[in-house]
């Protein structure tokens, strides 16, 4: 997966996350092989790669609410 456009801050992790590449190919999988919906499988997909990001920023940036460099509880705009 590349993009040339900037990701956006998290909880999005990065696009080269491994564990992000193993929740979609589970998904793919899933779907594939009749288990779940597509539906189903996204919002699965999107819920646990909204996690990954957030535990990624927490890893790039321990107390800022994104991977930025704002502390938390500053107001973003």
């Not at 193993?22 to 092989?33: D, E, F, M, P, R």
């Amino acid at each position: 997966m590349t993009t040339d456009s900037p990701m956006p801050s998290p909880p999005f992790p990065s696009t080269d996350n491994a564990v992000l590449r193993l929740i979609v190919g589970n998904a793919i999988k899933a779907v594939h092989s009749g288990e779940v919906s597509v539906e189903d499988a996204i919002l699965h997909a999107a819920v646990h790669s909204w996690y990954e990001g957030h535990i990624q920023g927490e890893d790039e940036c321990p107390g800022c609410d994104f991977r930025g460099e704002l502390p938390k509880g500053t107001k973003h705009g």
